[in-house]
Each structure stands twice: as C-alpha cells, then as structure tokens.
C-alpha cells in the first residue's frame, strides 16, 4: 500500500510529552469500515504515540470517512 | 424494496405527467415547453420545439386549429394560452432549425396517393420512419392560403427527406391497385382522392388500416388541420408495425388525444387575460402570452418540503433513487444521506393527490439498510446514544405518586422536555399530581429514535421495558405532552389508554402558575399533531384561554410542516435541518408558540423567539421566549438532575445510581472549547473519558509554545482529542476535536 502524505499535517509545535521527543513525520495505517490507508502522520519516535491534528481530523479525514458511508 | 414496488410509488407521482395541452393535442407538441422558451425571448428554440414534432411545420404551424386550447389549464385562471397565435408567430419570426434527419433507409417503399394535407403529412411521417416515399396528386394542396413559399419550402424539405411527388396525377382505383402490387403498403389520403376511390369502406379507427392489406387509409371528412397531421402520423405508426410484423393495436393508446392525471394547483394562480390577437403577435406580445401559461405541473410536495427541494427532483424519481441505491452491491451508495435525510413527517402524504409517502418509502429503506448491515455508522449514533442515555439508569425513573400506591394516571413528559425545560416538567407534575391526585411519573424515552432510524428491534426492545414499566404501574392512562411520544405510544400501544396533557388542562383549566399576559402569537403545529385536530384544537383553547391571540403561518394544522428534527434529519444532516428550521421560522413575523419541545429548540436556535406552551403554562424564572437552548451535555444533565432531584424532594429517596469514574473528573471549558464541543458533538462525558484516561496512562503531547496538553480516547467507534490545561481542581478544556477513522494498533 502506497504511504499517502497529506499536505500542510505537522505536528503543529506538539512534542511527546512523557518522552520529551519531537514527533516525527511516519506512515500510520487507518482503518474506517472495510477500508486501510497508510498515511504520513506526526508521531513519537520513541512511544509511537500518533497526532491527528485538528485539520486533518475535521477537513480530509471526514471526508474520506463520508465517503466510505456512501454518502 | 421490490420492482413491483417501486412501479407502484412511480406510478403514484403524476409529475411526470402531460399537462393537459400536450395531452389534449392529437401530435402532442409540448406548448408548455414552448412558452416557456418563448417567455424566456428563445424564439428559435421554442420554434424547434414545434418543428421537432409537427409534420410540414412550416405550414401546420400556420393552420393548426389548436385543439390544445379548449383544455388549457389557464382556461380556468383568465382564459386559455393563445397557442394558435404564438405558433403562426414562431412560424414568421423564427430562424428555420437543422433539418430533421430520417432513421435510415429500411429499403421499403410506400406510395400516397392524395395530396391534400393528410396526405402530405403521413407522406412526412412515414419518410422520417425510413420509407421510401411516392406521393401521387394532382398537385400539392393544402386548403388554406398560405404566405408565398411556405408549402414550396416544406415540399423542398420533403425532397430532401427522400418523398418523391409525382404531379398530374389523378388517383383512380387502378392506381391504388397498382401500388399495392409494387409497394411494401400504400396510403390512401381519403378527402385528397375522388370519392370513387374510397371503395376500402371505413378505416379502422385505430390502425386506419382497410379491408385490403397492406392498404391503409384515413376516414373522410377531418376538418382540423391537427387531426388532419395526427392522421398522416397513426398511418405512419401502423405501416411500420406492418411492415414489422408486430401488433396493429398493442399499446397505441397514447396515440391520440388522451386523459391526464397531471394535477396543477391553481389557488396561488392570479387570473390573467389573454393578449389580444388582433392581426398576429409581434415579439413582445407574444412573450407577454406566453408568460402566461402556467407551465402545469404538480410539485405539491416539494413546495411544502426544504428536503425535497434541496434534493432538486421529485418523489418519482426519488424512489427510484432509492431502489437503486439498496440494488447496489458493490461501488458507492449514492442515496444514503438522501434516504437518512427526510423527516418522516407526511406532509407530502398529506397534500399529494396520490397519497405519495415519501416518508414510508424513506422508512422502510432505513428498515432494510439496518437489515442488510449498509446503514452508514455515522447516521443515527449520537441520535441513538442520547437515547441509550434517557433509558439508561441515570435517568430512567417509574413511580407511584408520592406517598400513594397505585396510580391512576402517569405522567410521562418525554425526554426532549425533560432535557431542555426541567423545571417546567417538574412543575407540571405537581399541577397535575395537585388538582388529579394518583399521578404517578415515568421518566425515560418514547422510542422515536429508534423508530425514526429504522431500528425495530431496538424499538421493540425499548418499548418492551417501557411497557414492563407501565404494567409495574398497574397500567395507568398515560398523560403525555410531548406530540411525538403521543404518536409513537399510541400507534405502539394500543392497549394504553393515552391522553394529550393539553387535553387534561383544556378540561382542568388552566393551572394557578399560567401567564395570562396575553399578546399576539403564532402557532407552531409539530409534524407529529399533524393528524391528530383534536389536540391542535386543545392547544388552540388553551392558547385562548391565555388570552392569546393566535396567527396561523401558511403551513399548519394538518398541513404543518417539520421543524427540522423529525425522522432524525437534524442528526443526519445539519444543514439541512436547519434550513428546515428557518424555513419554519420565516414563515411568521409574530413570536411562536409550539407544544413540542424540540420544535420550540430547532426554531429557537434560528434566532427567533419560540416558546413551549409549558413556558405560559408553567412558567419559570424567565420570560417565556427567553429560556435558553441547553446544548448537547446540559441536554443530559439535565435529565440526569431532574431524576435526582425529585427522587430526593418528592420521595425522600437518595439517587442509588453510583457516578462513573470519569464523572468526578472536574472539567470546564472556555468559551471556544464549548462552541468546538457543541458543534462537533463531543459531550462533557466524552471529555472527561479522554482526560481520565490520560491521567492513567500518562500518555499526552504538550505544546512548545502554549504548555498545554493534548490527548486522546477512543470509547466507542470515535476518537475523541481534548487540548487542555490543568487548573487546580481539574481541566480547562481549550479545544476538541474527534474522527473515527481508527489508528491502527495505535493508542486506545
Ligand atoms: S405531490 Fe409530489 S409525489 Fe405527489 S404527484 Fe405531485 S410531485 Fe408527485
Ligand atoms: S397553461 Fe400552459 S402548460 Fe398548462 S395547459 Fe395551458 S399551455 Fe399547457
Ligand atoms: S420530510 Fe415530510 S414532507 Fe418531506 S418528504 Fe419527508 S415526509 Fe414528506
Ligand atoms: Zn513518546
């Protein structure tokens, strides 16, 4: 599966907190109803933790997810 | 849904129907079309449109008789469209349009044999068909003087066609003979021949075909120029069936003038008097006349509905949306939301003139969408989770009144009213407990979510544990308020007996507490009243008792229309909703008055002032109009408090419901936390989970520059992210947002 990067995703001044690490951009697989996406996402380099950041929450992942409702 | 099923629902919505001048016209040329473009100022398209279906158009343009005139809807409203007028004016204003071109050859020839209008014009019909053509005449003659070159430029356009005329000929029955040995059929044009060589007898009426084969004919004596054409055009139909081999008379109903079930609402229609005639039109009368016709059509559902308005089409096409959307197996569902998105509320049942039910049509594909597993996840949960919640222990209560142990009525406000105007349930109840005495009291859902998304074994189960409830009770008639629990009861519980509380105050009076302030209002009918006038005549009693003065707004009674929340589309939809709501909202100048509490919050939330008949009935703290809109957790809190506080007030009970965990988290939030919560759907409670999940695990993000923190949880099927700070005895939440996309093996 081919990583999609989606414009303008950072980690936006976020850092981990209990590693004290700057995220790092890597591909995260998503999953919605029968679907994978391998996608870019700021994380932890150390715990792994993941940052959907507000705008990608609320602009292309919803529609994605719309989309997946058939709507 | 079924094919047959779907055939029925087409088959109810008649918007697709001719309007009465097509129907009317034997060739069926569209005049609404054409005035249309014509009061659009497109003279060469609306000339197109006549030319596209008349024969010799040139010339029938000129003569044709109108038969269309005398069933004209407009008729009614002024006087009939002058169509006969706006013809002869297309005809001389008009640039000529592409030439028709002909289906190709079928290597079959026919011959004609009469020159006179019909003849002429089933000599062009069976041309277009793909015969080859030879009319035999003395000479072309249509019987009306037209402008120098008319009938030349339509013979040319003939030729073209491949009709060959053959001239100075004198149609004898030899000739007809003759022709029938050579040719694949022959057309015998009755009032352009001798009356000698009408020896075929009558043509039947239908086929025009005569007691020879292969020979047809039109029957003597047709005056009208329209009939004469629509004659030349049967002839045509038939020779081609002929030379098929097909049926003469299967399906050929349509043929001719028929009747319409086109229905066209005229009560809003001004009446309007034909331009004058006098020597013809010119452009500018002729635009002005045809601007009068009404361009019929039904759309009495869509004018009364934002859903199906905002879809742009109408029921028929609707429902077959529908049906494709449960055929498909594969690929993208395109009418999911469209299906999700009708309020249920029958007002298109109800001013249709079939009966259409666009809302059982949308129910049952929500039915078979939960059945089939293809209902999109996203639709009905908040919907079904606030529902989940009012059943659920916090808020769920059934007792005998205070201190007795039977009742002989309950009272069961509803959990819309229990969720936005507490106080005013609460002091109902003691009106009622007060002046009936053995009230007892259930708190919890009616089930119209569950009904309302498609849901039945989820309603039933619902239903079942309200019953058991109720029976607990020992079946006490149920005093309802709220429209919706008073439909969704009755029609689920026929063995209840169900009273309106209005009807209860209209016999009882108004309580001691009620605002006779008087003024003027609007009324506001929830969908739900919609056929029930004897609790719409209660309200209006009461209201008059208040010393109301009442207006109605155009939609209401039983035509009311939904304020935006029914059938769920308020979950399904926003927007829409929404514009459901401000459509209601503009509908009057006056403040509403309404007796549904969710009514009252969709129109509130627009802006305007609405108040709940409980807010001049059983008046609180505020001003009437002035009651907030609680959001989506004080909804819940709500509910949740008022349990609480009658359990301890009124049965000195303390609340045996033990807080959750992630209750005693002690959250606040600023302004633009609470806004980004509301909007988003994100309760308090899912708030509180985040965070208590964060303090457990210890896994957060912290800002650079702000210091603040982020996390996230995903309870159920969402994630929800919370950006917070830590004050001294909990959180202040700045922002939140949440998906549902999951992170795969990511954080819970
Ligand atoms: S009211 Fe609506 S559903 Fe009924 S016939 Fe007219 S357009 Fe069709
Ligand atoms: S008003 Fe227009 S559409 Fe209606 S019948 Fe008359 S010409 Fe036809
Ligand atoms: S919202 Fe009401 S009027 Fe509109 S289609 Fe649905 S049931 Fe009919
Ligand atoms: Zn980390």
Known sequence: MSVITVPGTGAGGWRCGPCDEDMVMKPVELTYLNSQFNVELPACPKCGYVLIPEPLALGKMHQVEQLLEDK | MEQTELRQWENRCIQEESPRCAAACPLHVDARECCSLLAARRVDKAWAVLARTMPLPGVLARTCDAPCKAACLRGEKGGPVEMGALERFLADAAQPPKPLRPLPRNGKSVAVIGGAMTGLC????????????????????????????????????????????????????????????????????????????????????VTLGTNRLGLFASRAGEVSPAFQAAAGRRAANSIMRFSQGVSMVKSRELEGPYDTRLYTNLSKVEPAAPVAVGEGYDEASAVQEAARCLKCECMECVKGCVYLKHYKQYPKVYVRQVYNNEAIVRGTRQANKMINSCMLCGLCDTVCPEDFAMGDVCL??????????????????????DMAFADGDKCVMARHAPGADSSEYVFFPGCQLTATDPGGAERAYADLRERLGKVGLMLRCCGAPAAWSGRDALFRESLSELKTAWQGLGSPRIIAACPSCIKILREAMPEAEIVSHWSILSALGLPRTALKTGGTLAVNDPCAAREDGAMRGDVRSLLDALGVSTVEPEYSGELTQCCGYGGLLNEVDPALGQAAAKARADAVDEDYVTYCAMCREMIARTGKTAMHLYDLVYPGEQRPGDRPTPGHSERRENRVRLRERLLRELWSEVDGVAAEEFEKVRVTCTEAGAAAMEERRILTSDVQKVLLQAERSGSHLVHGETGRFLASFRPAVVTYWVEFEKTDDGYLVHNAWCHRMKIKGGQP
């Open chain 2, 122 to 205: 089933a000599a062009w019909e069976i041309a277009r068909k793909g015969f080859a053509v030879t009319v035999y005449c003395e000479a072309p003659e249509v019987g009306s003087a037209l402008p120098d070159g008319v009938l030349d430029a339509e013979l040319a356009a003939m030729d073209r066609m491949g009709v060959a005329i053959e001239r100075g000929v004198t149609p004898t029955q030899d000739l007809v003979e003759a022709q029938l040995e050579e040719r694949d059929a022959v057309f015998v044009d009755s009032d352009g021949v001798p009356e000698a060589v009408r020896y075929f007898g009558e043509p039947d009426e």
């Open chain 2, 364 to 385: 049952e594909a929500r039915r078979n969408m939960i059945a089939k597993g293809t209902m999109p996840p996203s639709a009905h949960e908040f919907a079904l989770r």
